[in-house]
């Protein structure tokens, strides 16, 4: 029964029609700006279990949203630009480039969901995103593999954001996973991974 269930349910997702976004007050550019803390927890935890260990390292970010005008069945897709500064146990700039494919209108509301993927590249390289072995004076935890991390990684977002008032300038707060990840040793030594991630809040508004 489950099976017939889930074969209609992509049944309909397929049926549903497929076009190109072309009217050009959606086209507008998007401006945003966010910041957020760093968490030592993994991604999937944070989505899951909403568990998060917080460090004392902030991120503030400001960027550039374009929709692309494209649109394939309930997703449309948009490009970024962010540039970044750290601030505490880290001190370097970031840079961010991405794609986004995001779910407008959830559940009927002014809410929106998104999923980004693209490359992040720091100034440096992240000293939160390394560990060294042996004995951590910090936690009095003994380290039996380093971490070895790299300026340039796979930058990867989830966000949820929700429109506060009808206008043209469209304003939105909205809250953002802000993730690089090594991609299971793309980027670097797979086993233990590298990476970090932010929970951000921010603000967005168009013209």
């Excluded at 929106?112 to 995103?129: K, V, W």
């Excluded at 909205?174 to 809040?201: E, K, L, Q, T, W």
Aim: glycine fraction near 8%; hydrophobic fraction near 40%; charge should be positive.
């Amino acid at each position: 029964m489950k099976i017939k269930k889930i074969c209609l349910l992509i049944l309909i997702i397929l049926t549903i029609p497929t076009f190109a976004e072309t009217k050009r007050d959606k086209k507008k550019i998007n401006l945003l700006v966010y910041g957020g803390k760093y968490t030592s927890t993994d991604l999937l935890p944070i989505l899951l279990r909403q568990k998060t260990d917080y460090k004392d390292s902030t991120i503030g970010v400001i960027g550039i949203n374009y929709p692309l005008g494209y649109k394939v069945r309930f997703l449309d897709f948009e490009s970024e630009a962010l540039v970044g500064q750290h601030f505490g146990i880290m001190n370097h700039w970031e840079a961010d480039g991405l794609m986004i494919a995001r779910i407008s209108n959830l559940f009927g509301l002014p809410m929106s969901f998104a999923f980004g993927e693209g490359l992040s590249i720091t100034s440096q390289n992240p000293i939160l995103e390394n560990q060294k072995k042996g004995f951590n004076l910090k936690n009095g935890l003994l380290e039996r593999q380093g971490i070895e991390s790299r300026n340039v990684l796979n930058y990867l977002m989830v966000e949820l954001d929700y429109r506060i008032w009808n206008d043209p300038s469209n304003p939105r707060i909205f809250m953002r996973i802000h993730h690089r990840s090594g991609v299971f040793g793309f980027y670097c030594p797979p086993d233990p991974a590298c990476g970090s991630n932010f929970i951000s809040y921010g603000f967005k508004v168009s013209y």
